[in-house]
């Protein structure tokens, strides 16, 4: 992949290229993405996990043993056990979620997908969500769009979504607010 560099950047992204590589070689990209992922998820759920992750008062081998442990116990093997291993034994753990991050970017490129984060007041129908992938897909230029929709009841109604770099806010509570800022300009 020739653009990996505006893609991914720093240490975290020299990681994960490095990874995106290896997998790739053995065509695993999907799994360890998936690997990955699962990983990730456990790190946001434990909050005993996160300060492991992310305390520099563990030792590389106190970290490398109980992420082993962890890994096994989530089925998590191969490269991406590895990769989380070596991360752990070269005292960089605390960047894993960035890593992860990254890896997913290049794995995301790699297979020609954007992710779209979507923000609504209340739940879609499937009729809907299908609408908006349709409508979001034209924009990106065709490509494939894998959408994250979150509820969020504050923005009472509308919609805001960010697609890559570009966010569109057409929630009706921001629309209210400018209302309000305009109002108290003029009066």
């Not at 990955?36 to 590389?60: C, G, Q, W, Y």
């Not at 989380?84 to 790699?110: E, P």
């Amino acid at each position: 992949m020739a653009n990996e560099e505006s893609i991914v950047s720093g240490m975290a992204g020299r990681y994960a290229q490095a990874l995106f590589h290896l997998a790739s070689e053995q065509g695993a990209t999907d799994k360890v993405a998936a690997d990955l992922k699962n990983f990730a998820a456990l790190i946001s759920e434990s909050a005993d996990l996160a300060h492991l992750v992310r305390s520099p008062v563990f030792s590389a081998d106190e970290q490398v043993r109980a992420i082993g442990a962890l890994l096994t116990r989530a089925g998590i093997s191969g490269v991406s056990a590895n990769f989380i291993k070596l991360v752990a034994s070269k005292r960089r753990l605390f960047a894993i979620t960035d890593m992860i991050a990254d890896f997913g970017k290049l794995h995301d490129a790699a297979r020609g997908v954007k992710r779209a984060e979507v923000t609504v007041a209340e739940p879609l129908s499937a009729q809907h969500l299908e609408e908006l992938k349709v409508a979001l897909a034209q924009v990106a230029g065709g490509r494939s769009i894998d959408v994250a929709v979150k509820v969020d009841p504050s923005i009472i109604g509308g919609l805001v979504v960010k697609l890559g770099s570009r966010m569109v806010d057409g929630s009706l509570k921001t629309k209210l607010n400018s209302i309000r800022t305009r109002m108290k300009e003029v009066g």
